[in-house]
């Protein structure tokens, strides 16, 4: 099943991306993520489980990100997995993963508030 | 075995279709190696080079040409490292690609044929070029005496590595068609060590975004062993609508100096693709400009701005067998003739009734005239096809004879029937050579006439009244009146003591033998053959004239039918007989009071046309039909206009109508009569002639006051020598 869990925990959003993101996921990813950003304080996307990765839903996570920063919100990709981070450095966005995946601290990277 | 003989054919297709686009390729690859020159020079251009080369060895690999994929490896390689700078351009090396390119062509046909090529075509080419490129050519390719196969082309272990700036904009549908940029970039970095930044900057709010569309672009540098070409492949298959470039970088990270960065993105067709051919119809361009010796131009360049000459914009395009096309001409031409033929029985129907039958038949002829036009535009082609092999003749003479010209082109996209296309090239490449063998001084000589030392040629071509004009002017010396009127007397043509006028001397070298100039040359022979251009322009129905200033140039104007096929006419009687007036010619219709009529002392009949006179034409004289009106003011007088604006009143007894009529070329089973342009069959199963608007006023002009000229004349001078 590739669907996007939905959790909502104390007003924050947390989303569990599935194994396979392909591009047909992309359109539902956003649209969860703008729920998300409108019902909750911040988001936190569990990369964990993914297997494939399309450009298109990486994309989608940096527009989440840019949103994020200039609406003050919280976000975080938490346990990226070796695919999602390969993809990443594929297509020379490590260093937003890092930001964002809080590698870099050892814990989420929440945006600054 | 049923399965086996389809697949046999299904390969004999696809060859077929492989050496259909070879031979395109072949034409856009020597159009740009006629633009490459020493200096600055269009990157994009040897891109299209470059990728010309490579689809033809793509295809040959796949079918196993060995000979045509080594061949072309060797040219391939050698555009390659001009693209990356390694190798400078020089004309000797421009030379041995041009003839790389015509060996290239020759192993194609020799593919096609199934027969082997001479040991000597590959390797005379081969020295050639590495003779002018041999050190800036990778190792691999210089010490191998037969290039890699396709296979092991990015084998080049001992080539240095180098660094490449990388620019990718993707379309915003890519991913749509199921390409993945994170694969390529993945392909990108088995080349070499791969640099690559994100750029956010079009990416839209998350409110906003389409989640199957891209917004990202890349910026990156490659170091890397691997050639330009193993760069391109990895964006093989997006690049038709990404923004792509790729710019060698000196050791130092700036962009190579030797050569100036390209200043346009590489927007490639992908190697291994056919780009398709441009939109159908253009209006004429402002005027192309191409050097020839001293000083080309790095790239075509408009006349007007200045501005480098764009790749047109592709349309699709499907491929379709000739002959499917001609059945179809056929068959429209016959439905033309039986439309005709049901108006002529319902013309005789009692007025007022079956009003249904005659507006189907009214609509019938819209869509019998929509369904022609729709035809004909399958079978035109732009005149640019054939204008693209005069840069190169003209380089060619211009080498031969010394003399420094300029080629200016305009009007490329004026489109024309396909078979009139065919037929303008002999015509062409005559009046071309023509102009550059006696029509341009020396330099020095020009330099002493106080010219510029480089000539200028004008090709054009533009429609008008239904017909397509082309001109070819020089500004060399003009034609030499004093020794073309000499040697047409010394030849019997023309009487001792005559004086001609000037445009009937200029008239005269379309003589066999005659020439602008006495000069001979290997180039243009002896005559040059302005008498062959004649007949060839006069047998598709088209007329060939001249205008020359001497000391200011000479200018030929070639007028052709824009079709051979079909065209729009007013039928009018004359006497027993029916003639068909091309509707693209006719100016008005009227009937002339007396007052109107004159007769000009020994010379003809004129009538007064809206504040001018207009010479008279009886047609019942000059084509000697009996039982005609006689009396102007009793009959009706069309005004004509030829191409070269001389208005024609032409006297017929009555007007019976306008209708399409299918044109049958009275050449093949008859002879050329001066005044008709072909025949027709009319609804009613009678044949009329279609009238030849030109040559009915020259017919007019010869006949004098009197007008009784028989229709099947003597041949005049020129035409019994042609």
């Given amino acids: 099943m590739t669907t996007i869990a939905w959790q909502e925990r104390s007003g924050e959003i947390r989303l569990g991306l599935p194994a396979d993101l392909d591009l047909a996921l992309a359109p539902p990813l956003i649209l969860n993520l703008r729920r998300g950003f409108t019902v909750g304080d911040g988001i936190e996307v569990d990369g964990s489980a993914v297997e494939y990765v399309s450009t298109a839903c990486i994309q989608a996570l940096v527009a989440a990100s840019r949103h994020a920063e200039s609406s003050g919100q919280r976000f975080a990709v938490t346990s990226p997995s070796r695919v999602l981070t390969a993809a990443c450095s594929d297509l020379g966005l490590d260093g937003w993963l890092r930001q964002w995946s809080g590698r870099e601290w050892g814990r989420p990277q929440w945006s600054r508030t | ?722």
């Fill in chain 2, 1 to 722: 075995m049923a399965v086996e003989g389809s697949r046999v054919d299904n390969l004999g297709q696809f060859k077929q279709t492989y050496f259909d686009e070879c031979a395109e390729l072949l034409a856009i690859a020597e159009a740009g190696l006629l633009r490459l020159a020493p200096g600055t020079f269009d990157l994009e251009e040897v891109n299209t080079v470059f990728r010309a080369v490579h689809s033809i060895k793509g295809g040959a690999g796949a079918f196993g040409f060995s000979d045509l994929v080594t061949f072309a490896h060797e040219y391939e390689a050698v555009m390659d490292a001009i693209r990356a700078h390694t190798v400078p351009v020089s004309y000797g090396l421009v030379e041995a690609l041009i003839h790389a390119n015509d060996a290239l062509g020759r192993l194609i046909d020799h593919a096609r044929a199934g027969t082997a090529p001479p040991p000597d075509l590959i390797a005379a080419a081969v020295t050639a070029l590495r003779a002018d490129s041999g050190h800036g050519l990778p190792a691999a390719v210089i010490a191998s005496g037969r290039a890699p196969a396709v296979a092991s082309t990015a084998a080049a272990p001992e080539s240095p590595r180098r660094s490449f700036a990388l620019r990718f904009e993707p379309n915003p549908d890519l991913l749509l068609s199921g390409n993945e940029p994170s694969f390529m970039f993945r392909a990108l970095a088995r080349l070499g060590k791969l640099e690559l930044g994100c750029q956010f900057d079009a990416l839209p709010a998350l409110t906003e975004l389409d989640g199957e569309k891209l917004y990202l672009k890349w910026a990156g540098t490659l170091q890397t062993a691997a050639s330009l070409a193993e760069i391109e492949e990895v964006f093989e298959f997006v690049a038709d609508d990404s923004v792509i470039e790729i710019t060698p970088l000196a050791a130092g990270g700036a962009p190579a100096a030797a050569v100036p960065a390209p200043a346009t993105p590489m927007r490639s067709a992908a190697p291994g693709t056919v780009a398709p051919p441009g939109p159908p119809a253009k209006p004429p361009g402002p005027p192309v400009l191409y050097g020839s010796r001293d000083e080309p131009p790095a790239t075509p360049v408009q006349a007007e701005t200045g501005e480098p000459v764009q790749a047109a914009s592709g349309g699709q395009s499907i491929r379709v067998d000739l002959d499917k096309v001609e059945r179809l001409v056929n068959l429209v031409g016959e439905m033309v003739i039986t439309q005709s033929m049901i108006a002529e029985h319902l013309r005789h129907l009692p007025p007022g009734q079956h009003r249904e039958m005659l507006t189907g038949l009214e609509q019938l002829t819209q869509h019998t005239r929509d369904l022609r036009e729709c035809v004909m535009a399958i079978r035109a082609q732009p005149v640019g096809s054939v204008f693209q092999r005069i840069p190169r003749l003209v380089r060619e003479l211009s080498a031969e004879t010394g003399k420094d010209v300029v080629l200016v082109t305009s009007g490329e996209h004026t489109e024309v029937d396909k078979t009139v296309v065919e037929n303008l090239i002999d015509p062409l490449t005559h009046m071309i050579r023509n102009a550059v063998a006696h029509g341009f001084e020396p330099p020095d000589e020009r330099e002493a006439l106080g010219k510029p030392r480089t000539g200028t040629l004008h090709l054009s071509a533009r429609h008008r009244s239904g017909r397509i004009v082309i001109e070819v002017a020089d500004d060399g010396r003009g034609i030499d009146r004093r020794r073309v009127l000499e040697r047409a007397v010394e030849r019997g043509l023309v009487p001792p003591g005559v004086q001609p006028g000037d445009a009937e001397v200029d008239d005269l070298i379309f003589l066999p033998g005659f020439t602008t100039s006495e000069m001979v040359s290997s180039l243009s022979g002896r005559g040059v053959g302005m008498d062959v251009v004649r007949r060839n322009v006069v047998a598709l129905g088209g007329r060939i004239g001249v205008h020359s200033i001497p000391g200011e140039g000479t200018r030929f104007v070639l007028s052709l039918p824009l079709t051979l096929a079909v065209l729009d006419g007013m039928v009018v009687s004359v006497g027993a007989e029916r003639f068909v007036v091309p509707i693209t010619n006719i100016v008005e219709s009227l009937r002339p009071r007396p007052a109107d009529l004159r007769r000009l002392v020994n010379l003809c009949d004129v009538i007064q046309f809206r504040g001018q006179f207009v010479r008279l034409a009886r047609l019942h004289r000059l084509f000697d039909i009996p039982d005609a009106v006689e009396d102007p003011t009793r009959a009706l007088v069309v005004v004509v206009e030829a191409e070269d604006g001389a208005q024609l009143g032409v006297l017929v007894d009555d007007i019976q109508g306008q209708q399409q009529v299918v044109i049958k070329s009275l050449e093949p089973n008859f002879r050329r009569i001066t005044g008709v342009a072909a025949a027709t069959i009319l609804g009613d199963g009678r044949v009329a002639l279609i009238l030849d608007v030109a040559g009915v006023h020259e017919l007019s002009r010869r006949a004098g006051p009197g007008g009784g000229r028989l229709a099947v004349e003597p041949p005049s001078q020129t035409e019994a020598a042609a």
